[in-house]
């Protein structure tokens, strides 16, 4: 029985691989169910959904990304040995790593680990958007996201939304973290017009691996990857190649 922590966007007995992929602040799972049309039969795609959300709306966010990383780690030492490949955009970039200290203490270091728009934990820029106004953290998510600006008129969206991306903001603003190295290969996602990281954070977490790093670009903001899945997701099969077939 698959965790409440993940959804399976394609599943196979036969997969030797798991890409597990862990959402932005206010995202979803859903937001990635689209990559399983550019990946093989062999990968399974399965993606994290924090509570307060799509099928776990009625749920109590969580406002600890610690926490967050904890249910899911423990979700996927519970399914059957495969690689992991972890890949977090933005705020799931936090996560992923967190994921990935906790499989790697578990035994079963993942085998990459993909940071997309996001610094690593030691090169954080502190902010407290959690605790301004909803006209704050609206005006934050539009700055990042200008296309998202027309959704946010509506005031049945923004009480259905806004406390679920202020428990996110929270998660992610008083997230601290001791910076541990992973053993992990690190490879960095990175939009040239993205303002939230610079091309110093992005190296940063170089830091952070005792086996090797590699930064790339992508044309776009810092949602880049919304709009060319496609081009992002063969990014990721070359960089996988070499440990396909080989256990976690």
């Known amino acids: 029985m698959m965790s409440i922590w993940l959804r399976a966007w394609q ?37 994290a959904q924090y509570p307060g959300r799509e099928d776990r709306f009625n749920e109590p966010a969580c406002i600890s990304l610690v926490d967050m990383a904890q249910h899911i780690s423990d979700a996927l030492l519970a399914r059957p040995v495969r690689s ?38 030691h090169r954080q820029r502190r902010s407290d958007l959690h605790r301004q106004s909803d006209q704050a953290l609206i005006d934050d998510i539009c700055r990042q996201a200008s296309d998202t600006a027309h959704l946010w008129q509506n005031a049945d969206l923004r009480r259905l939304f806004l406390p679920v991306l202020r428990s996110d903001y ?52 810092h949602f880049y990857l919304k709009h060319q899945p496609g081009k992002v997701v063969r990014h990721l099969l070359r960089q996988i190649a070499p440990t396909r077939g080989t256990g976690s």
């Open 11 to 47: 599943q196979s007995e036969q997969a030797t691989t798991s890409l597990i992929c862990m959402p932005h602040a206010g995202g979803s799972a859903s937001f990635f169910r689209d990559w399983r049309d550019e990946l093989p039969a062999g990968i399974e795609l399965l993606a």
């Open 84 to 121: 992991l490949l972890l890949f977090g955009h933005s705020m799931g970039a936090a996560v992923a790593y967190e994921v990935g200290l906790r499989l790697e203490a578990a035994g079963r270091p993942a085998a990459r680990l993909f940071v997309s728009a996001h610094p690593p934990p």
């Open 170 to 221: 929270q998660a992610i603003e008083t997230w601290r973290s001791n910076a541990q190295s992973l053993s992990t290969s690190i490879d960095v996602l990175l939009a040239r017009d993205d303002r939230e990281v610079s091309a110093e954070e992005a190296l940063a977490w170089h830091d952070l691996t005792e086996a090797d790093a590699s930064l790339h670009w992508f044309d776009g903001d």
